[in-house]
């Protein structure tokens, strides 16, 4: 798991950590750590994994506001909205994406299917064909992916507050490859 910090960005030293783990083909998932801080950016570390890291990042969640109005996450697969009550992250409510992301989230959910399906013959023919591809496929195709080093999903969240730390522990187990696929 690649922290980034969603104030700073890529910095020198995750650069030289992702070159470390090119070399050896391992696979990732990063994590935009510190939504809740002043000047954080989701969109600005995303641009800065393409630009500096080169590498092809998938957007698995949306965050929910910046900053001082950081207030959940949404989850691109699943299509819901993590929202969180209190400052410790223990109260969270799943619901459906709220109105005033539903457009940004919609578009997003597109890209990434699109994205995913690009990795996967068989997806990509359905997906050209405008079937519906299941959440559990679209997983399993993205773990693929991912232990190919093809795409790197990125989530977010704020680990000081406890916000998406679960979810992102979660994604571990979902996309990372276990000792017995290595």
């Known amino acids: 798991v690649v922290v980034f910090d969603a104030v700073a960005g890529v910095e020198p030293q995750s650069e030289t950590v992702w070159r470390q783990a090119d070399k050896y083909e391992v696979p990732r998932i990063c994590f935009v750590n510190k939504m809740d801080r002043t000047g954080a950016s989701f969109e600005r570390t995303i641009e800065m994994i393409v630009d500096r ?7 698995i969640q949306l965050p929910m506001g910046a900053e001082a109005d950081f207030a959940g996450i949404i989850d ?42 690009e990795t996967d013959e068989d997806l990509m023919m359905r997906y ?10 679209l997983k399993a195709a993205l773990r693929a992916a991912t232990i190919a080093g093809r795409l790197v999903p990125v989530l977010t969240g704020s680990s000081l507050k406890n916000k998406g730390v679960q979810l992102m522990m979660n994604a571990i187990v979902d996309y990372l490859p276990s000792p017995l696929d290595v």
């Open 128 to 137: 050209l064909e405008e079937d519906e591809i299941s959440v559990d496929e």
């Open 76 to 117: 691109l697969l699943n299509n819901e909205a993590h929202v969180f009550h209190d400052d410790l992250g223990q109260n969270i409510e799943r619901t459906a994406v709220p109105a005033e992301y539903a457009e940004r989230a919609a578009e997003a959910r597109n890209k990434l299917v699109e994205l995913i399906a």
């Open 53 to 59: 890291l080169k590498a092809v990042p998938a957007p």
